[in-house]
């Protein structure tokens, strides 16, 4: 239950990304998690699935730490691309950008994409445990709102009709992947007492 229970020392969250901390930071917080930024992911290896990325970075950034972590990787898996860019988004992100994505969309009948988040949990001799998150939805045909970071403002979420980019933090945490194996995580750590 979400306030019903907290831990007094904050969690540290390996990444460099700020909008996922803030996210991070409210949907934890409404759980009374804590979460502190830990500058040190680690090796971010390439993999096909984002599970293993968060698994193999947390390993590492919990023994660099000296503390238990999480580290989050995610994606945007597109239908009608196979998939792609899935574990690459970051760089398909810093290379050819929310329009480069839409451009390769061009002619698509099927605008179909899911994001990803895979968010692992580590202890400094420990092994990871990992939530996944996912959400649903459709890539718009040109970006629209501000809101957010990377693809939010092609992405529309299923049932809804603004982009993730037009969303507050609160509406963007209400269907999130980034909320979703958030979420999942919370229950666990506070049901380990
Ligand atoms: P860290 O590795 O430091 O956590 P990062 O931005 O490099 O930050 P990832 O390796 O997980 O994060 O890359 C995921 C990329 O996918 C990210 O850069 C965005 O372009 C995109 N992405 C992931 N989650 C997203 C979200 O909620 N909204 C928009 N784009 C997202």
């Known amino acids: 239950m979400p306030g019903s229970s907290s831990r ?23 759980f009374g998690i804590q979460v502190e930024q830990f500058d040190g992911k680690g090796i971010e290896i390439q993999a096909d699935t984002t599970g293993e990325v968060a698994a193999f970075a947390s390993r590492g950034a ?3 730490a ?9 994606g945007l898996f597109v239908d009608a691309l196979g998939g792609f860019p899935g574990p690459y988004s970051a760089y398909v ?3 050819i950008g929310v329009g480069g994505l839409v451009r390769l969309l061009e002619g698509e009948s099927s605008r179909a994409a899911v ?10 001799s420990g092994d990871p445990t990992t939530f996944e998150g996912t959400a649903r939805g459709t890539i718009a045909e040109r970006p629209r709102g501000g809101g957010g970071f990377g693809f939010d403002p092609v992405f529309v979420p299923r049932g809804g009709a603004r982009t993730f980019g037009e969303l507050t933090l609160e509406q963007k945490g209400a269907v999130s992947h980034r909320a979703d194996s958030m979420k ?6 506070l049901s380990r007492g």
């Open 93 to 95: 992100f810093k290379t």
């Open 115 to 124: 994001f990803v988040s895979s968010l692992a949990y580590c202890e400094p």
């Open 184 to 189: 999942k995580f919370a229950r666990w750590y």
């Open 62 to 64: 919990a023994r660099a």
């Open 8 to 30: 007094a020392r904050p969690v540290l969250f390996a990444t460099s990304n700020r909008g996922k901390l803030e996210e991070a930071r409210e949907v934890l917080g409404r």
């Open 66 to 74: 000296r503390r238990p972590v999480l580290v989050e990787d995610a």
